[in-house]
């Protein structure tokens, strides 16, 4: 998707799955409109995919969207809709990047809807020129025993703002939300992820890691609502931090918010710096002081490689990690 115009649609993917553009129609209750920005993203709408996967039917490979875009446009209004059938299964490799430089503003919206026993893999990768300004809007809704898996790992940009809501609308289904965020120089990434649990059993987690150099920000804001009658509930979030920078900030708030009494559910935070007693170590074995914080940053970093649903695009996006903590640790060596 080149400046919000769809370029092209390519290759097989298996049956039962359907690929199209907006443009060629949708039914009115198909778009939604959740907030400001998202009537906003409608307001303006040009085109996008519309995914449909038939009840039973499997990818054969995962899909690839790649957004490009670039300072001549000025802004792109980009949205994609992906509605599974029932026991499907879809899996989604997206990735936003930049065709030159320049001041640039996109406004993403991703809607998701998983019928009974459906699973969607969904990873996203955004590596954006440093000028551009972004916010995204990612809305799911799972019904009985549907699972989501979304791995998101924000790397650039002068100004990130993710939104992720998802509604726990059966029994038995499963939100797994994963995100690692580097930021450096004066970069602001913001991540709101909230889930809300209006039936039980059913569980979630988010698991969200960063690491900051420079004069960067970072803001973790995760919410787990338990609605009453969502027996059963369990949930749980994590958001850990490292600084490699005294001028870098983040701001961690996990919350719970519960009106069951049966549930199982969790929060926690964590921020610090490189451990010196690791970095004395490993120097002391001979390590330049880079390398031994290039190692440690690394291993913190790894957790988010582990959790990947899909195999194709984990050699990608660890190479994608290595290139981004280089730029972290040569900032902080100036």
């Given at each position: 998707?080149?400046?919000?115009?769809?370029?092209?649609?390519?290759?097989?993917?298996?049956?039962?799955?359907?690929?199209?553009?907006?443009?060629?129609?949708?039914?009115?209750?198909?778009?939604?409109?959740?907030?400001?920005?998202?009537?906003?993203?409608?307001?303006?709408?040009?085109?996008?995919l519309?995914?449909?996967?038939?009840?039973?039917?499997?990818?054969?490979?995962?899909?690839?969207?790649?957004?490009?875009?670039?300072?001549?446009?000025?802004?792109?209004q980009?949205?994609?809709?992906?509605?599974?059938?029932?026991?499907?299964?879809?899996?989604?490799?997206?990735?936003?990047?930049?065709?030159?430089?320049?001041?640039?503003?996109?406004?993403?919206?991703?809607?998701?809807?998983?019928?009974?026993?459906?699973?969607?893999?969904?990873?996203?990768?955004?590596?954006?020129?440093?000028a551009?300004?972004?916010?995204?809007?990612?809305?799911?809704?799972?019904?009985?025993?549907?699972?989501?898996?979304?791995?998101?790992?924000?790397?650039?940009?002068a100004?990130?703002?993710?939104?992720i809501?998802?509604?726990?609308?059966?029994?038995?289904?499963?939100?797994?939300?994963?995100?690692?965020?580097?930021?450096?120089?004066?970069?602001?990434?913001?991540?709101?992820?909230?889930?809300?649990?209006?039936?039980?059993?059913?569980?979630?987690?988010?698991?969200?890691?960063?690491?900051?150099?420079?004069?960067?920000?970072?803001?973790?804001?995760?919410k787990?609502?338990?609605?009453?009658?969502a027996d059963?509930?369990?949930?749980?979030?994590?958001?850990?931090?490292?600084?490699?920078?005294?001028?870098?900030?983040?701001?961690?708030?996990?919350?719970?918010?519960?009106?069951?009494?049966?549930?199982?559910?969790?929060?926690?935070?964590?921020?610090?710096q490189?451990?010196?007693?690791?970095?004395?170590?490993?120097?002391?074995?001979?390590?330049?002081?880079?390398?031994?914080?290039?190692?440690?940053?690394?291993?913190?970093?790894?957790?988010?490689?582990?959790?990947?649903?899909?195999?194709?695009?984990?050699?990608?996006?660890?190479?994608?990690?290595?290139?981004?903590?280089?730029?972290?640790?040569?900032?902080?060596?100036?």
């Amino acid at each position: 998707v080149d400046n919000e115009s769809l370029d092209r649609i390519g290759g097989t993917y298996g049956t039962g799955i359907e690929i199209a553009r907006l443009v060629d129609g949708l039914p009115d209750h198909s778009i939604a409109i959740d907030d400001g920005m998202s009537a906003f993203n409608a307001t303006l709408l040009q085109d996008g995919l519309h995914i449909r996967v038939s009840k039973d039917a499997s990818m054969d490979k995962p899909l690839g969207i790649l957004f490009t875009n670039d300072a001549t446009a000025g802004l792109s209004q980009e949205r994609v809709i992906i509605d599974a059938g029932e026991n499907s299964h879809v899996r989604v490799i997206s990735c936003s990047t930049s065709a030159g430089a320049g001041n640039f503003f996109s406004n993403s919206v991703t809607q998701i809807s998983l019928a009974a026993g459906a699973r969607l893999d969904f990873v996203h990768l955004q590596q954006r020129d440093p000028a551009h300004l972004g916010v995204s809007k990612i809305s799911a809704q799972l019904q009985r025993d549907a699972v989501f898996n979304h791995n998101a790992f924000d790397f650039g940009g002068a100004m990130a703002r993710n939104d992720i809501a998802v509604e726990i609308a059966g029994p038995g289904a499963a939100a797994n939300l994963h995100g690692l965020y580097l930021a450096t120089d004066e970069q602001h990434i913001d991540n709101h992820v909230a889930v809300t649990h209006g039936v039980g059993p059913a569980t979630s987690s988010q698991n969200y890691r960063g690491i900051l150099s420079g004069r960067s920000r970072c803001i973790f804001n995760g919410k787990a609502v338990v609605l009453a009658g969502a027996d059963g509930t369990d949930a749980n979030q994590t958001n850990h931090n490292l600084l490699l920078s005294e001028k870098a900030e983040i701001d961690t708030k996990p919350e719970l918010e519960i009106y069951a009494d049966d549930v199982k559910c969790s929060h926690g935070a964590t921020v610090g710096q490189l451990d010196e007693s690791a970095l004395f170590y490993m120097r002391s074995r001979g390590l330049a002081e880079d390398d031994a914080k290039r190692a440690l940053t690394r291993a913190f970093a790894s957790g988010m490689l582990g959790a990947l649903p899909i195999d194709e695009c984990h050699d990608y996006i660890s190479d994608a990690i290595d290139r981004r903590l280089d730029e972290l640790i040569s900032e902080e060596s100036q």
